[in-house]
Every structure is written in C-alpha cells, then in structure tokens.
C-alpha cells in the first residue's frame, strides 16, 4: 500500500521560513517524479513544484520562483519543499503526490498524479 506522509507544516510569520518533508513507502520512489501542490482556502489545489525521479530536473510555479526549493533524497525515500520568504498568500494546505516517471506538463497537472499524502497546513500571518 503506497502511503504519501507529509509533515513540517505550521504556522509562521510572514519574512519567514518552512520546510516541509514527505516520506514515501510502498512504492519505488526512485522511478516517481515527486511534486508539492496547495490548496488555499476556497480555491482549487494548483501546482507548487517538482522534481523529477533521478532528482536532475526541477519545475516551479512562477508565484513561489526565487522563494521555494524542492530537493529529493532517493536513499531515504524523501522529498522536501523549503519555503523562503514566506507571504500570508502562501497559506494553504500542502500536499505531496507522485508521479511515475512524470514529464512536463503531466507532472504539474493535479489529474495527472498517482498518489496524494493526506496534507499538512501551512498558515502565514501578516
């Protein structure tokens, strides 16, 4: 059973910083392009960002460019989002999903992913 669990949400100031983690079990991590997607309050879950399986590419979105970065560890099977400069806008629920040996534009696309951790909450106050 493929289980996505993220963790490191909170609550923060905005100027702030977070990082988020997401452990993967029950699959074969390395063969999946692993992605961050948010759902802020009353609107649809959107892209974040990704990297792929071998870790050699990287995708943002353009709102979290220069903020955020994604980096992956295939030994521990862990992805990580760490999120710079934290603004009350980036507030949302954070979820990690995974798709298997995803390309543009299927890996920032929320139909297009396998499986989905359960969230975690991330709340920046101004």
């Known amino acids: 059973q493929v289980q996505l669990v993220e963790s490191g949400g909170g609550l923060v100031q905005a100027g702030g910083s977070l990082r988020l983690s997401c452990a993967a079990s029950?699959?074969?991590?390395?063969?999946?392009?692993m992605g961050w997607f948010r759902q802020p309050p009353g609107k649809n879950r959107e892209f974040v960002a990704a990297?792929?399986?071998?870790?050699?590419?990287?995708y943002f979105a353009d709102f979290v460019k220069g903020r955020f970065t994604i980096s992956r560890d295939n030994a521990k099977n862990t992805v990580y989002l760490q999120m710079n400069s934290l603004k009350p806008e980036d507030t949302a629920v954070y979820y990690c999903?995974?798709?298997?040996?995803?390309?543009?534009?299927?890996?920032?696309?929320?139909?297009?992913?396998?499986?989905w951790g359960q969230g975690t909450q991330v709340t920046v106050s101004s």
């Open positions: 999903a995974a798709d298997r040996f995803g390309v543009q534009p299927a890996l920032s696309q929320v139909s297009k992913q396998d499986y």
């Open positions: 029950g699959l074969t991590f390395s063969t999946y392009t």
């Open positions: 990297i792929t399986w071998g870790g050699h590419s990287t």
